[in-house]
């Protein structure tokens, strides 16, 4: 597979795992680099990686996967999920490590991008609950 | 170089940390050893948009995933349980999330109240002053009052926010009728001792940038070395050696260059925690010790105790806020924690309510490993999901069993070619029934607290936190590898003060309880001197 084919048909892969879906885009365009660099540093995951779109090319019965309707798209990925679980679940794990980072996402989930420190969040002070009923039961330890 | 410190420690974690500057203010003269570095805090994945992702890499609790220089391998693969452990000044506190129960007085007599494994040779009593002079050290927020202890000296702090999450969850434990209390956590709300508040940014378990985290490179070391304590880091003990007379002399190790050194002392002390120290112990062979330092008996690397855990996770309709504050405080539940045969069991557990899932860990499933669904639909199930749970861990006391064990791999190897530890463990029946009313409890509090769907994990894999029970204190020399004072049965100017001295293990996070007892064990130490 030529590395423009195999970067083509992980992104439509991808665009499966983490479709366009209320307002939140699809993993393909976005979380492609992360996952082919993630990839790139461990022989380990190239190799499972190399394996999943291989099963996937040949779950399509030479057909263009990305040409597939979505139902039969899934209909393959579920195929090879089942024949290489160890391997596809290594990419859906990574699919949603790199998707889960962006900060465009993350905005979308409703918190602050970026680093957590200095920024920290801030906890709205209050009374803590009445701890009356815990204490009124008396000593819970054994005395040894 | 052959130099000559007063006394030698192995490891600058929890307990190497504390020995070295209560012997330091006594004027003992002191030099550690620590295979890690100084870990920076601007080096924290806290300063990075991408921190989350550090999690799984190089800030992974898990030696053989994280695979950093200062790292050892570790055989794990006869354990249903992976042992956790960071290798750096500050040891496993760096990545700690700082939960800080004691043991509670019966933990030390359960052969005399339940008729299993053994007592102590020391009790609560003996150990409470000791509690308190290391909460000072090491800054606790909490709230005295507990009636699941005796009483408490004053709290340095505030306890850490329950915020939205816990207060969800308390509501849970009052509809029941069970035990809760704010966690003892060694997090500061308020500025201490020189140290700051925390600002609740959250992932305690990557490090803390502010120092708010009590890991003692920002306690008990920078007091320590004030007083004169000497410190070389990227330091590897190779093993121990004895002089003529059977007494430990010292230790060969290896250098930041890797060169092989040799140390002298007047007595050496292992903290290396509860894999690392028998590692050494066993890896130092002489025709004295054929089979080990210390291990004329055969028992150095036994009754290997973790904690087994298992997570229930519950999922609220509402926001729950837990992205925000210490991941890993917020509320303990010992509604289970002393025996009840009638269970199934005996011992108990304890309940320790996490915080939330961040937004990567909330599509992986955390703990739990449950990730959410892809394909259509992987929206609405991630949002069902994201900021709507909460997890409650429960950990069970985990009797000491011979065949729980670490003995040396015979192929596997560190870095400097020193045979790396190999673990072998089988969760005991007892561990298992426990586990499992546990899950049912920890199901009917999160039910309780309004909880619409529920997620088990009933034994998890990466839990390895607490390592115990491998070098076991006790008074028969035929039962045990150190005397009651920390000292080697064997060699009487060896000591070991981490987790692995414990006879037994307790139902709650074990480090508050470590400490202690290596203060006490150092107290012993100045005592003698003197």
């Known amino acids: 597979m030529s590395v423009a084919g195999r970067r083509d048909l992980l992104a439509a892969v991808l665009d499966v795992l983490i479709p366009a879906e209320a307002g939140f885009p699809a993993a393909g365009a976005i979380v492609l680099d992360h996952v082919l660099s993630r990839a790139a540093a461990s022989t380990e995951l190239d190799a499972l990686l190399a394996g999943v779109l291989r099963a996937v090319a040949e779950a399509a019965r030479g057909g263009d996967f990305s040409a597939l309707a979505v139902d039969e798209r899934e209909a393959v990925l579920r195929e090879v999920e089942r024949a290489h679980p160890d391997a596809f679940d290594a990419l859906v794990g990574h699919t949603y490590a790199g998707y889960y980072s962006r900060p465009d996402v993350v905005t979308r989930l409703g918190l602050t991008p970026g680093p957590v420190h200095p920024r920290g969040h801030r906890i709205a002070p209050a009374e803590l609950p009445d701890l009356t009923r815990v204490t009124s039961r008396g000593p819970l330890y054994r005395r040894a | ?530």
């Open chain 2, 1 to 530: 170089m052959v130099d000559s410190g007063d006394v030698l420690i192995v490891g600058a974690g929890a307990s190497g940390a504390a020995v070295a500057w209560r012997l330091a203010s006594a004027g003992i003269g002191v030099l550690c050893l620590e295979q890690g570095d100084w870990v920076d805090a601007r080096s924290y994945p806290h300063w990075q948009a991408d921190w989350e992702l550090h999690r799984a890499a190089n800030w992974s609790p898990e030696p053989n995933v994280r695979r950093l220089a200062q790292d050892y391998p570790i055989n794990d693969t006869g354990s249903p349980i992976a042992p956790l452990m960071y290798n750096a000044v500050g040891g496993s506190t760096i990545h700690w999330s700082a939960h800080f129960p004691r043991f509670r007085p019966s933990d030390f007599r359960v052969r005399s109240l339940d008729d299993v494994a053994d007592d102590w040779p020391i009790d609560y009593a003996t150990l409470e002053p000791y509690f308190d002079l290391n909460d000072r050290m090491m800054g606790v927020a909490g709230v005295v009052g507990d009636p699941a202890y005796p009483p408490k000296s004053p709290r340095q702090t505030p306890p850490i926010p329950l915020d939205t999450l816990g207060a969800t969850i308390a509501r849970g434990f009052d509809r029941l009728g069970w035990h809760w209390w704010p966690s003892d956590s060694a997090i500061l709300t308020r500025d201490y001792d020189g140290r700051r508040a925390c600002i609740n940014c959250g992932p305690c378990d990557l490090g803390c940038p502010t120092g708010a985290k009590a890991s003692t490179d920002v306690t008990y070391w920078p007091k320590a070395l004030a007083l004169g304590a000497r410190l070389e880091t990227r330091a590897r003990v190779r093993e121990i050696t004895l002089g003529p007379d059977g007494l430990a002399d010292g230790v060969l190790y290896h250098d930041r260059d890797g060169r092989l050194r040799e140390r002298k002392a007047r007595a050496v002390v292992l903290a290396a925690n509860g894999i690392g120290t028998p590692r050494l112990l066993l890896n130092s062979r002489s025709s004295r010790f054929p089979h080990g330092l210390g291990n004329r008996e055969g028992l150095v690397g036994r009754h290997l105790m973790f904690h087994p855990y298992a997570m229930v996770r519950g999922e609220f309709a509402e926001p729950l806020g837990g992205h925000r504050g210490p991941i890993g405080c917020a509320i303990v539940g010992q509604e289970f924690y002393e025996t009840d045969r009638s269970r199934g069991f005996v011992r108990g557990y304890s309940f320790q309510v996490a915080r939330g899932l961040s937004p990567i860990s909330s599509a992986n499933g955390g703990l739990n490993g449950d990730r959410v669904p892809w394909g259509r639909g992987h929206r609405h199930a991630y949002d069902q999901r994201f900021d709507r749970t909460l997890t409650v861990a429960i950990i069970g006391e985990d009797l000491p069993e011979a065949h729980n064990r670490v003995d040396l791999d015979p192929e596997l190897a560190d870095a400097h070619g020193i045979p790396a530890p190999r673990v072998t463990y089988t969760l005991s029946e007892n561990s298992r029934r426990m586990l499992a009313h546990g899950v049912d409890r920890a199901r009917e509090v999160l039910e309780a607290a309004g909880a619409r769907a529920v997620a088990v994990n009933p034994l998890l894999r990466a839990g390895g936190w607490h390592l115990m029970g491998t070098a076991r204190m006790g008074t028969d020399p035929r039962r045990s590898v150190i005397d009651p004072e920390g000292r080697c049965h064997d060699v009487p100017n060896l000591y070991v003060v981490d987790g692995s001295v414990m006879p037994t293990c307790g139902g709650v996070n074990p480090t508050s309880t470590i400490q202690a007892v290596a203060l006490y064990i150092a107290d012993g130490m100045i005592r003698r001197r003197a």
